[in-house]
């Protein structure tokens, strides 16, 4: 064989074996990025449904804000309509 035949054969090999470790490479970091893509979706499920909570505790947080304000309305009204009554019977007295 010719020594350029043997340097043909070596290159290509050589280059054959870099082919396959980039594809190999390439596998690995492309399995890495959906592992971590799995996690993060796993992680961000978990947010969420944190989030969720604490958005209806918000509602529930609220609706008894607004209760209470409306109680303490009520309240209001009832003690200007007993302040109105006991001014009404100091005059009769």
Known sequence: MSTGLIIAIVVVV????????AAMAARKRRAERE???ERLSEQA???????????SKA??????????AER?????????HHGDKADDLEQKL
Not at 59 to 68: D, I, L, M, S, V
Not at 72 to 80: H, L, T
């Open 45 to 55: 499920g978990g947010h969420r449904q944190v989030a969720d909570v604490h958005a």
């Open 14 to 21: 050589v280059v054959v074996i870099l082919l396959v470790l």
């Open 72 to 80: 303490a309305e009520r309240e209001r009204e009832m003690a200007r």
């Open 59 to 68: 509602q529930e947080h609220e609706q008894e804000a607004q209760e209470a």
């Open 35 to 37: 592992r971590e893509r």
